[in-house]
């Protein structure tokens, strides 16, 4: 008897749901979507633009965005751009009260996928879990990447990520970051063995986040004329630029005989010192 109680409420759940989204699409005005979606992902930041152009219900409950730009207007108005995004509702936790989502984007040429899920009941602010897959996403096309680092960063990044914090206070939450970058090159601000820039085929690295650290376990280069090799810690302040970092490797340029040169990075990540050991 409890179980078929329980079926019936199930199913007046969706049966409700399905009317809902009816009623919505049907009598929603033109551009409230997206005007709702640029309010709620500008409240409280005076620091962000952003451009929307089309936002559309999908059913099962969800959106898609199409077009849509984030500028970070205290960056020089460096921005994150995606062509779309499509965002599905698990249903069995809507009926419970949880908001969580299916995600799939399309930006600079790559696919990111996975799940993003908020803490708080009936809530899209506050603590955010996320679980994505990201592949072959243009790096060197997101200016907000440079702003971030304070360089110019190019290659295909893929890679996974493991998030749980606060999107508005990201150094403060935890997660773990496996990412590959092919055919990538890192512009440096000062050069070393007279190099201007690093030019790699591959770059791989695995990091975990805690209490504000971000741990490089491996960081590993290789590519046409050098090799190298990287671990250790960085310490995240708010404004990423003036985090410290504390890393140890090795550095090998295969055109000679030159061995494995140590080499340590210290100092703020937007003007970090190499020396050689």
């Known amino acids: 008897m409890r179980s078929s109680r329980l079926a019936r409420s199930i199913g007046y759940g969706l049966f409700a749901l399905i009317v809902l989204a009816a009623v919505l699409y049907l009598r929603i005005p033109a551009n409230f979507l997206e005007r709702l979606i640029v309010s709620r992902i ?66 600079y040429g790559g696919d990111i996928r996975g799940n993003v899920a908020f803490v708080h009941r009936f809530s899209v602010s506050g603590p955010v879990r996320a679980d994505l897959t990201f592949s072959d996403v243009n790096l060197g096309g997101c200016s907000y990447a440079e702003a971030l680092s304070g360089r110019r ?15 508005e206070d990201a150094v403060n939450g935890r997660g773990r970051l496996d990412v590959s970058l092919r055919d990538g090159s890192i512009r440096l601000l000062n050069p070393v063995f007279g190099l201007e820039r690093l030019d790699f085929s591959r770059a791989d690295g695995q990091a975990a986040l805690e209490n504000r650290t971000l741990s490089i376990r491996s960081l590993q280069l290789a590519g046409k004329g050098l090799r190298g090799t990287l671990s250790g810690q960085v310490f995240l302040e708010n404004d990423v630029l003036q985090s410290r970092l504390d890393l140890k490797g090795t550095l090998t340029l295969t055109g000679g005989n030159t061995d494995p040169q140590p080499i340590a990075l210290t100092g703020p990540l937007g003007d970090p010192a190499v020396q050689f050991l």
């Not at 751009?81 to 009926?95: D, G």
């Not at 960063?153 to 999107?167: A, F, H, K, N, P």
């Open 153 to 167: 960063i190019e290659g295909l990044l893929s890679g996974t990520l493991l998030y749980d914090g606060r999107v």
């Open 42 to 107: 500008t409240e409280g930041r005076s620091d962000l633009a952003v451009d929307l152009t089309e936002a559309r219900l999908r059913f099962p409950p969800g959106l898609r965005l199409d077009h849509l730009a984030i500028r970070f207007l205290d960056r020089g108005s460096a921005s994150v751009e995606f062509e779309r995004i499509s965002a599905s509702a698990a249903v069995s936790q809507l009926l419970l009260g949880r908001l969580v989502f299916s995600v799939e984007a399309r930006a």
